[in-house]
C-alpha cells in the first residue's frame, strides 16, 4: 500500500532527523503532506514541538481541541469508548466528520515525531 512506503520514508527520515517540520520532511522525502497528515490521522506519526505545540494543524474532530496525533483527544475518546460500552445508555455517538483535508492548513512549524514502537 502507498501509505506504507509512504510511512517507511517518512519514518527513516525521522529516524535521522527528529522532529523535523512537515514541510521539512515532505520535501526531503517525496512524501506528499497530505499523505503525512493521513498518517497523523492514523497515529503512526506525532506532532508537537517541546511544548506540545502542533501548528494548529490537528485538531479533535469533535471539540476542536489542539492534539498531537489521531482524530480525537483523550476525553473525547474515553467518552466515545464510553457510549460504545454494552451497557452505555443507548446514545449513538456521532459520527466523525469526514472532511478532506486541507493541504493549505499544514504549516511548517509543525514538528513531525515517530509514534509508539521503539526506535531501533
Ligand atoms: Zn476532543
Same mark, same amino acid.
Given at each position: 500500500? $502507498? /501509505?506504507?512506503?509512504?510511512?517507511?520514508?517518512?519514518?527513516?527520515? /525521522?529516524?535521522?532527523?527528529?522532529? @523535523?517540520?512537515?514541510?521539512?520532511?515532505?520535501?526531503?522525502?517525496?512524501? @506528499?503532506?497530505?499523505?503525512?497528515?493521513?498518517?497523523?490521522?492514523? %497515529?503512526?506519526?506525532?506532532?508537537?514541538?517541546? #511544548?506540545?505545540? #502542533?501548528?494548529?494543524?490537528?485538531?479533535? %474532530?469533535?471539540?476542536?481541541?489542539?492534539? #498531537?496525533?489521531? =482524530?480525537?483527544?483523550?476525553?473525547?475518546? #474515553?467518552?466515545?469508548?464510553?457510549?460504545? $460500552?454494552?451497557? @452505555?445508555?443507548?446514545?449513538?455517538?456521532?459520527? /466523525?466528520?469526514? %472532511?478532506?483535508?486541507? %493541504?493549505?492548513?499544514?504549516?511548517?512549524?509543525?514538528?513531525? $515525531?515517530?509514534?509508539?514502537?521503539? =526506535?531501533?
Amino acid at each position: 500500500m $502507498q /501509505l506504507d512506503l509512504d510511512f517507511f520514508k517518512v519514518r527513516d527520515y /525521522l529516524y535521522e532527523h527528529d522532529k @523535523a517540520g512537515i514541510e521539512e520532511v515532505a520535501d526531503a522525502t517525496g512524501v @506528499a503532506r497530505k499523505a503525512i497528515m493521513y498518517l497523523l490521522k492514523e %497515529e503512526r506519526l506525532l506532532v508537537g514541538d517541546e #511544548n506540545g505545540y #502542533n501548528g494548529g494543524i490537528l485538531k479533535c %474532530e469533535s471539540c476542536k481541541k489542539p492534539i #498531537n496525533t489521531g =482524530r480525537m483527544c483523550a476525553g473525547c475518546k #474515553n467518552e466515545l469508548i464510553k457510549a460504545l $460500552q454494552p451497557d @452505555a445508555p443507548l446514545s449513538k455517538p456521532k459520527p /466523525l466528520p469526514n %472532511e478532506d483535508i486541507e %493541504e493549505e492548513s499544514i504549516k511548517g512549524v509543525a514538528k513531525l $515525531q515517530l509514534s509508539g514502537r521503539k =526506535r531501533r
